[in-house]
């Protein structure tokens, strides 16, 4: 039981490239989530998806776009980065949105923008 | 528009001794809390919850109490050990809705 992976750990772009980020998680969950933490501040959602094939914007989800084609994988895109996208980006699944339902959280991916 | 706060960036506490961390927040709307704690280069893990109907919830050496009329809520840590040293944040959050939100977290580190 791996719960939730993401991919890469650790990448450095140029200003105006694009990527993806990979969130896979093996336990089910509906609930799909992807933040993003900035020094000094909480975590920040971005974007999240209520399951396979939906998916909803978040706090800050300007430059972002994402995809959920599986209910396992959520799927995080900058379609052109900027220094400001510079952050540590955490995928997070859920069972559900009734209370107390924790999130579970991936490693994280180290996203330098130059 | 901040909703939850955690004043105190950093906390430094002995081993053996209580380690106390304070949550502000201002939207009554909120019927759960819970406590996520984070490792450097690793992703939150979940802590402990509290729900609105209680004032304490305790797990070990973790307890949660929650004054809802002063919309605080605190985490202590008894006794503290330096596996705890760590970022902890609290996460408030309404049933029913996809939104957690997280406080800025407070660093505790427990000295051996």
């Known amino acids: 039981n791996a719960g939730v992976t993401q991919t890469p750990k650790f990448r450095v772009l140029k200003t105006g490239q694009s990527m993806t980020l990979l969130c896979a998680q093996d336990?089910?969950?509906?609930?799909m989530y992807w933040y993003r933490q900035d020094p000094g501040m909480g975590l920040r959602l971005i974007h999240y998806?209520?399951?396979?094939?939906?998916?909803a914007k978040g706090e800050v989800p300007d430059g972002y776009n994402v995809s959920r084609l599986k209910k396992q994988n959520f799927l995080l895109g900058l379609e052109s980065a900027a220094p400001s996208q510079t952050s540590v980006y955490f995928c997070?699944?859920?069972?559900?949105?009734?209370?107390?339902?924790?999130?579970?959280f991936g490693p994280g991916t180290r996203l330098t923008v130059l | 528009d901040q909703q939850v706060k955690q004043n105190s960036p950093s906390l430094s506490v002995q081993e053996g001794r209580i380690s106390i961390l304070n949550c502000d927040y201002t939207?009554?709307?909120?019927?759960?809390f819970l406590w996520y704690k984070k490792y450097p280069a690793e992703g939150p893990t979940f802590l402990i919850s509290i729900s609105s109907i209680k004032d304490k919830n305790e797990d070990g050496r973790f307890t949660v109490f929650l004054n809802k009329s002063a919309k605080h809520l605190s985490l202590h840590i008894v006794p503290s050990q330096p596996g705890d040293s760590a970022v902890y944040f609290c996460a408030p959050y309404t049933s029913g809705t996809y939104k957690y939100i997280f406080g800025t977290g407070t660093r505790l580190k427990v000295l051996a």
């Open positions: 336990m089910n969950h509906e609930y």
């Open positions: 939207n009554s709307m909120f019927d759960y």
């Open positions: 998806s209520v399951g396979e094939g939906t998916t």
């Open positions: 997070a699944s859920s069972l559900g949105l009734a209370g107390g339902n924790e999130q579970f």
